[in-house]
């Protein structure tokens, strides 16, 4: 699937707007892709696992990776296309990260530029200097790998459905008829994260769609199974290293 124009440039620039609850069925790119929400919040996910962009901050999506995308409340899209030879050396699996103030205003631009623009004026500069900034993008601990296993597959969509701070080991060991040596030594091998870890980061992707609609930090807490919302903002501070408040709209 292709929502750009085939042509011979290494950078192109397109922006979109997409209504609350939008779905874009599964689809892959020949170009690496970009993306930045201005509003709202974008997830996508693919076999190895969903990726949740909040408000002002990126995802990067490598081509020929096939991913669906939802997205929640009003999203206001700004999307870079790179040429394979252009982003070499970048993230070969999806990947949320920071956008500067100085990468938001060449995204900004970047979309007002035609697609044949020239590369020796004005434009090219514009879009070779996009090409320098793109690697300085920090990465944002907000994807959930999932596993390949199908019942641990199962259970942890379930888990997604109705996450738990309080959910145990234990629990998913009964579940699936297994011990606790071997769930653990299977999670991490599926993963490449602990339980414990998983655990945290689902929860911290099912609050912030929530936060990003302006729900109560304490109401969002106790929800997920959290005794009080300092403890909630302990874990969520650890883990993206700001507060929940910092993420609301």
Not at 4 to 19: A, H, K, N, S, T
Not at 144 to 156: E, F, G, Q, T, V
Not at 173 to 179: E, I, Y
């Amino acid at each position: 699937m292709s929502s750009f124009p085939d042509v011979d440039r290494p950078v192109i620039g397109l922006g979109m707007v997409y209504e609350d609850g939008e779905v874009i069925p599964p689809h892959d790119h020949d170009r690496d892709q970009l993306l930045y929400g201005m509003t709202g919040v974008v997830i996508a996910s693919s076999a190895q696992g969903v990726w949740l962009m909040p408000p002002q901050r990126g995802m990067w999506i490598p081509a020929g990776i096939v991913h669906e995308v939802r997205v929640i409340g009003k999203v206001i899209m700004r999307s870079l296309y790179l040429s394979p030879d252009e982003s070499r050396g970048m993230p070969d699996q999806c990947q949320v990260v920071g956008i500067s103030p100085l990468m938001r205003s060449l995204l900004s631009e970047a979309v007002s530029i035609a697609p044949e623009y020239d590369v020796n004026g004005r434009d090219g500069a514009l879009m070779a200097l996009i090409e320098h900034e793109i690697r300085n993008m920090p990465a944002i601990p907000l994807s959930l790998p999932l596993p390949l296993h199908k019942a641990l597959s199962r259970r942890c969509h379930a888990f997604i459905r109705t996450p738990s701070a309080h959910d145990t080991i234990e629990n998913w060991c009964n579940d699936l008829g297994m011990s606790r040596r071997s769930f653990t030594r299977l999670f991490r091998m599926e993963t490449g994260l602990s339980f414990g870890e998983w655990r945290q980061q689902a929860c911290t992707m099912a609050a912030l769609p929530r936060l990003a609609a302006g729900e109560a930090v304490t109401t969002i807490a106790l929800d997920l199974g959290y005794d009080n919302p300092a403890a909630f903002t302990s874990m969520f501070k650890r883990i993206l290293g700001a507060s929940p408040r910092d993420y609301r709209q």
